[in-house]
Structure formats: structure tokens, C-alpha cells
């Protein structure tokens, strides 16, 4: 933002206070709702805002429980404006571990190679999105990016994000969703799966109790139905070599560690405190 002088205008001294006073309404209204970073969502509503009746109604929407992602439209993931709408999930940072290690294993392989690469209950397309900018900044490769949800909203939306990057994003159910002649190919699967153990539901902030849908939350009594399913899967269409990526919690790692290695994948787990990120890896010898 560029300073005002002095000399400027007389115009310009009203625009900053009427800015300051529009600002401190805003993060007045969404702190009283209980908005724990009021001023830094005020910032960004009133950015986004074409009219200031817009900008009423944004807050509203924010001050009623609706995350502040699904209100902006957007949500910012690996340094990417991801598109999102109502009704479906919101990327979490702790995510961007898993793509670090997924960027990771695909920087090992030879320059030039064409690598196949599934995104598994994609949701926005964030996880494959972030994959091929990452990927495009530290490697000489290229990649196919295939990318698969069950649930309709999520899949326009992931059409949305991935369409510049020329991924195609295919509506079913895990890996039977993909091409069939994806099979045996894969390179590398990235996965962020319901993970959440059906009872502990009701105990997940309104954001996402309320606005997610199920199907992107609820992981069954433990949490791990859809991760055992990814892992049984998995080694039909994992190439040799190939790796699959899906993130859990810590306390899952264990359990999930044993379905992979129960699929035949050969498992370890990646951590991370400062994200507060679990991984689990299977790779098909």
C-alpha cells in the first residue's frame, strides 16, 4: 500500500478512515462470533468484497459458522490459490507434508521420465494441484495427474483447479475410478482420506461438522475403513516401485502401517511436529 503524504488530496484522509472504521466492524462482528484471527479474516473479506453489501453478507456467512475458505472462494494451500465452495473440504496445512514427501520420491527418479500419478479422494484437487507445482519447481520430468472423487461438488470443483494443469479428474470410488489402463502403472498415489473415527464426529469445530460433507470426515469406528481400502487396492495399480502417500493421525500410523503391509506394500511412517503431520507409506516390490 503506498503511504499518503501530506500533500495529498483532501480526498484521501476520509477513504483511509472510513477503510479503518469498515475494518474495525468487521473484526468487531467476527471476533464477538468467536473468530479467534478477527482482524486477519476482516483483511481478507473486505479484499474480496465487491460492495459493501457484499461485504455485510461475507461477514454474516463468516460470523455464522461458515469457514472463512468456503466465503473468500478460495483457499491458500502449498502457496496456491486453491477454488473451493460450499460443501466441500478445505485443505489443512498439515497436508503439505504429505506432497513434500511425495515431491520427494519423484525428484529420485531419472530426468525425463513421464510419471503417472493419482490423486485419491481429491476433494478441491489441492493435494495434486500443489504435487504438480512442486513438482514442476524441482524436477525435470513431467507427469500424468489423474485425480478421483465419489462426491459430484467435489469433483467440479477439482475440475476447476486442476484444468490449467492439464489433470483429469474422474467421479467414482478410489482407485476403480481410474482409467483401467492406469493399472499396474501408477507411479505415485497421494491420498488424504476420511480419517476422522465416526464418534469424535461431533467433537470437530463447526466449520467442519457443519459445512463438510460426511463423506470427506468420516473414516468409520476407528477412522481407518477408507485408509484399509486404499491399501488393499493399491497394489493392483502401483507400477514397481511405485509408492502410495496417505496421510493419517499419529495414533492410526501403527494400524495403518499393518494394512499396507497386509496389502503387500512394504510401510513406513513420516512425521511431522511443526505441522503436526502423519504419513504412511507402502511401497510394492
Not at 173 to 178: I, S
Request: charge should be negative; glycine fraction near 10%.
Amino acid at each position: 500500500m503506498t503511504a499518503v503524504s501530506p500533500s495529498s488530496s483532501p480526498s484521501s484522509a476520509p477513504r483511509t478512515a472510513i477503510d479503518s472504521a469498515v475494518h474495525a466492524d468487521v473484526a468487531a462482528r467476527l471476533r464477538a462470533a468467536g473468530c479467534v484471527f478477527a482482524e486477519d479474516e476482516a483483511r481478507l473479506l473486505i479484499s474480496a468484497a465487491p460492495t459493501p453489501g457484499d461485504l455485510a453478507a461475507m461477514a454474516a456467512r463468516r460470523a455464522g459458522g461458515s469457514p472463512l475458505e468456503h466465503v473468500l472462494g478460495w483457499a491458500d494451500f502449498c502457496g496456491l490459490r486453491i477454488s473451493v465452495e460450499p460443501g466441500v473440504f478445505v485443505p489443512r496445512p498439515r497436508t503439505e507434508f504429505l506432497i513434500r514427501q511425495a515431491v520427494r520420491f519423484a525428484g529420485g527418479t531419472p530426468a525425463g521420465r513421464r510419471l503417472a500419478v493419482a490423486d485419491i479422494c481429491c476433494g478441491s484437487g489441492a493435494l495434486g494441484a500443489a504435487f504438480l507445482g512442486a513438482l514442476a519447481e524441482e524436477w525435470e520430468g513431467t507427469a500424468d495427474l489423474h485425480a478421483v472423487d465419489v462426491d459430484p461438488v467435489a469433483v467440479r470443483c477439482a475440475r476447476r483447479n486442476l484444468a490449467a494443469l492439464g489433470g483429469r479428474v474422474h467421479e467414482g470410488d478410489l482407485f476403480a475410478a481410474l482409467p483401467d489402463d492406469l493399472r499396474g502403472r501408477v507411479d505415485i498415489a497421494i491420498a488424504s482420506p476420511p480419517y476422522v473415527p465416526t464418534d469424535a464426529i461431533r467433537l470437530l469445530p463447526p466449520e467442519a461438522r457443519v459445512h463438510e460433507p460426511r463423506v470427506a470426515l468420516d473414516g468409520g469406528a476407528d477412522g481407518l475403513d477408507v485408509v484399509r481400502r486404499l491399501a488393499a487396492q493399491a497394489p493392483q495399480w502401483l507400477a514397481l516401485g511405485g509408492r502410495l502417500f496417505v496421510e493419517t493421525s499419529e495414533g492410526q500410523a501403527a494400524p495403518a502401517a499393518e494394512a499396507m503391509a497386509g496389502g503387500g506394500l512394504i510401510p513406513r511412517v513420516a512425521a511431522s511436529r511443526e505441522l503436526d503431520a502423519t504419513v504412511v507409506i507402502g511401497v510394492r516390490r
